[in-house]
């Protein structure tokens, strides 16, 4: 009885041995998978902060590809427009050139406006004109002492001839013109006439 009773206890610390040499190889075994497992939630994590950024930076380049894509085709529509206009402006041309060949204006718009610029330039000529006359007759009514007068200017004297016997200066020489009188302040009393139709 009692070597059964040893040899079943002999068998049993046997199998506690192998049991804890288990234990501990599990335990080793459970440390370098949780170890692993942390490696693996920090890989996971950078990859994960990779992709947001790759995300981020998808939308930025697609935002970007859309606005210039929508410059794009404003320019294109702005260069039609201008093709356009250039088609259109070259038939023009030719249609002025065809019209002076012909001995007439390019176009009626030309023509009215060569006229606008022909009477401005005309209107200045006229301008520049009337401020010389203006200038001439400030001038004419200018006093040798800077003052000026609206006194009707007398004429030069003139000398007489050397055959005269009196050498007296005439303003107007022989032949002095008529200048009337001004009418005075009792030609309001006097009525207009009122001539009568003649009767044949």
Do not use: C
Not at 35 to 56: E, H, Y
Not at 93 to 116: D, N, T, V
């Amino acid at each position: 009885m009692r070597n059964n009773l040893e040899q079943r206890l002999s068998i049993k610390e046997e199998q506690s041995l192998e049991k804890d040499l288990i234990l501990e190889q599990v335990h080793r075994l459970i440390e370098r998978l949780s170890t692993k497992a942390d490696a693996g939630k920090d890989d996971t994590l950078a990859l994960a902060k990779k992709v947001n950024d790759l995300q981020s930076k998808i939308k930025d380049i697609t935002r970007k590809m859309m606005a210039t894509l929508s410059e794009l085709t404003i320019h294109q529509s702005d260069a039609l427009k201008l093709q356009q206009e250039k088609n259109v402006k070259d038939v023009e041309l030719q249609q002025f050139y065809a019209r002076m060949e012909q001995g007439e204006p390019p176009s009626e718009e030309l023509e009215q406006e060569w006229q606008r610029t022909n009477e401005i330039e005309y209107r200045r000529k006229m301008e520049r004109r009337i401020r010389e006359d203006q200038e001439r007759e400030t001038e004419h009514h200018l006093l040798p002492g800077g003052v000026m007068t609206h006194a009707q200017p007398r004429p030069q004297a003139y000398a007489p001839s050397d055959d005269a016997e009196i050498q007296i200066s005439k303003p107007y020489g022989s032949r002095a013109p008529f200048k009337p009188s001004e009418p005075g302040a009792n030609m309001r009393h006097i009525r207009k006439p009122n001539p009568k139709p003649i009767e044949i």
